[in-house]
Structure formats: structure tokens, C-alpha cells
């Protein structure tokens, strides 16, 4: 079965410098969740799109924007990339109204 | 965290032996969810409870939840090497269904 797509896997950047994620959800899912995982760390909720509306806000923080696509698929932007920006970045999608969430293997961002 | 404590944080057991691993949230919820993941991995579902039950078999699987004391608990049952993850538990109390996730426990099954 098709799962959660995320790229690049890996991304190594500069401070101040930006990195856009990609996250291209399960065929006919309609919701997309972006989570930041710091080392070591739980996971935490930046942002949510339903039909391709933001459907809720977590800590994003002003420097990061995304958008859900026509086709779905998500973008995450992040600019002015800070030392603390290093973390794993998932992407989840699911069905509307469906509470179990499908996560992709997500990106490993590093900020030199 | 935002939600709340996992206990243990590590747990090391050996092959065939029986893992618990509790959790508790500090908000009112829908629903509670069980998710695995894998060294550097994403988070996968195992099992979810909503708030109306009190205990929930899945495969080797068991999750309790105690709404009254805001606490969950998950068994897993004659352990494996392959059971070898971080469990977190995660709450979905609003209306997106966004997750709040417990800090996780660290489970070693050794062979």
C-alpha cells in the first residue's frame, strides 16, 4: 500500500540559509500535519491543512510557511534557518474525520 | 513536553518478557493513541482508545485508560527483538485531530 512520500530525506544547510520540505500524502487523503522532532525529543505539532486550508497552528514558528497543494501534497518553507532549526520534520495524513494519523520517514534537517 | 510524562523513559527487558509502559496527559481527550517508532524513523500507529473505553486488546497489544486519573498504559506481551523502538502515547483532544505527544519510553528487548 502507498504510504506517506517525504524528500529529500536528508538535508544539510547553512544558518540563515532556507530549505523547503515536500510531503506528498497517502492516494485520497485530504489532511496533512507537519510535527518537528528535536533529538531526543517528542514530537511536536507545527501545522495542519484540510483542503488545502490551514486547518490549525502549533509552534511554527514566524520564520517557517507551508501550503497544501492542489494535488494534496504539502510544502514546508523555512527560511533564516537558526543552529536549532536541526531536527527531524514528519509529515502525517489522513482522511478527514479520521483520527489515526499515517506518518512518512520524514526529513532529517541539519543546520551547520 | 506538552503532554505529560512517560514512565519509564527506558525500559530493557529480555526476549519473551512482558513491557509496560505508562502515560499520563494533563488535558481532556477524544481519543488516546499508541505510536512505535524505529531509530530515525516516522511513528507508527498501533492502537487507539477513545475516552468512553477502558481497555483495548490489539495482537500482543493491551492499552488501558483511566480518564480519572488522566493516565494510560500499554502491555506489550511476550516481547521480541524486533519489539526494539521508542513508544509514545499521543492524545488528539481538539477538533483537527492534531496529536500531543507523551516524551516516550525507550524499550531494548534483548535477545
Known amino acids: 500500500a502507498a504510504g506517506v512520500i517525504q524528500s529529500p530525506r536528508h538535508l544539510i544547510k547553512e544558518k540563515r540559509e532556507t530549505a523547503t520540505l515536500k510531503c506528498y500524502p497517502i492516494p485520497r487523503h485530504d489532511t496533512v500535519y507537519w510535527y518537528q522532532q528535536g533529538p531526543g525529543q517528542d514530537p511536536q505539532f507545527l501545522i495542519s491543512?484540510?483542503?488545502?486550508?490551514?486547518?490549525d497552528k502549533g509552534s511554527i514558528p514566524d520564520r517557517f510557511s507551508a501550503q497544501q497543494f492542489s494535488d494534496y501534497h504539502s510544502e514546508l518553507n523555512m527560511s533564516s534557518l537558526e543552529l536549532g532549526d536541526s531536527a527531524l520534520y514528519f509529515c502525517a495524513s489522513s482522511l478527514f474525520g479520521s483520527v489515526a494519523q499515517h506518518f512518512g520517514d520524514g526529513t532529517r534537517l541539519s543546520i551547520l | 513536553s506538552q503532554q505529560g510524562e512517560e514512565d519509564p523513559q527506558a525500559l530493557s527487558i529480555q526476549e519473551g518478557e512482558n513491557a509496560t509502559m505508562n502515560c499520563s496527559y494533563k488535558?481532556?481527550?477524544?481519543?488516546l493513541q499508541w505510536y512505535r517508532q524505529n531509530s530515525g524513523r516516522g511513528l507508527v500507529h498501533l492502537i487507539l482508545i477513545r475516552s468512553n473505553e477502558r481497555e483495548k486488546h490489539s495482537g500482543r497489544l493491551r492499552v488501558t485508560l483511566d480518564t480519572s486519573k488522566k493516565s494510560s498504559s500499554l502491555l506489550i506481551t511476550a516481547s521480541r527483538a524486533a519489539d526494539t523502538a521508542s513508544y509514545f502515547c499521543a492524545t488528539d483532544g481538539g477538533a483537527t485531530n492534531k496529536l500531543i505527544f507523551g516524551t516516550g519510553t525507550l524499550l531494548a528487548v534483548q535477545p
Open positions: 491543512f484540510y483542503e488545502k486550508m490551514q486547518s
Open positions: 488535558t481532556s481527550i477524544n481519543n
